[in-house]
């Protein structure tokens, strides 16, 4: 559905010059099609066909790109982004990614194994317990601060494994000591329930905007925070 296209300069003797091109397709993951009564349907593509039209698409962007001389020698990397449906809360995911160093086709591509899901989990399924640790985490924050207006996180797997998780915590509390003891609360409750090794992202908002931060990054073990003073 979009293409776009960044290129990377390297220092030379005698300034600057190309080194590389980075192409990224978002493809579809849903189609429309109208049938004979007018009725509108939505079929989703399957992440093969994607990944199949994918390196269809790519082939021929990189078989154009290589006519221009001075691209002929030039790697170019594509990756492919599958966009999310349009009632799904949650991003997009990358599909695949691959590499022409010559020549006019992507060679070299690497599969990528990723989806995101909304947390909490609302309709219990076998995979559930998978999510536990964001039920926990839900439930010691709302124990303590029932009057928060919701709590709410999107998670990142790839291969299988939890690679990021970002919450999004809606307060109603303005007064710097609430914020305080929320954001406190938040920091010592996530050392105990959620995932180790992960980058975690957690933010209180209100109608005034951020309130708080509370994250690390990816192999940390203590958790930082931040207070914005308005």
Partial sequence: SQVAEKNLMVETEEG???????????MNSTYEYTDADGVI?????????????????????????????????VPIVVGIYRTAPSDEVVGGTYVLDGISREGNSVTD???NNEYRIALPIIEASDQSDQYAYFDNFN?????????????SGEALYIDGGLASLNVEIVSQFYKQTEITALTQHITDVSQRTLPEGVAIEIKVISDAGVEAYVGRPAGATQYQSHIFKK
């Fill in 139 to 151: 439930n010691e924050i709302i124990n303590f601060f029932p009057n928060l207006n919701g709590i």
């Fill in 16 to 26: 600057f010059a190309l080194g590389g091109i980075v192409l990224g397709l978002a």
């Fill in 41 to 73: 349907h939505e079929q989703e593509i399957s992440v093969g066909e994607m990944r199949e039209r994918g390196r269809q698409f790519a082939n021929i962007i990189v078989g154009r790109l290589r006519n221009t001389e001075e691209l002929r020698s």
């Fill in 109 to 111: 591509w690497t599969e």
